[in-house]
């Protein structure tokens, strides 16, 4: 697998990740303060419908790039 692709599939794993994490977040799971505001910054407070659906798409989108770059670097190999 080329650095690319290895780089590319990681990059969806954390992008997954990260989806997982506002899901949780949404859903209650999950609480932290905000660290860096610039502004009246207020914590999360779960339910929230909002991210729940942002955290679900995010990890959707990430697992599949992370998913799709891992069989585009395997299809390249080619046999072995």
């Not at 009246?40 to 990890?59: D, F, K, R």
């Amino acid at each position: 697998m080329s650095w690319v692709w290895r780089a590319l599939s990681s990059a969806g794993l954390l992008v997954a990740g990260l989806g997982l994490f506002w899901f949780a977040q949404g859903v209650g799971l999950v609480t932290v303060e905000p660290i860096l505001c610039a502004g009246s910054c207020e914590p999360v407070q779960a339910p929230s419908p909002q991210w729940q659906i942002t955290g679900a798409l995010t990890a959707l989108a990430g697992a599949t790039a992370g998913i799709l770059a891992a069989r585009r670097a395997r299809s390249r190999r080619g046999p072995q």
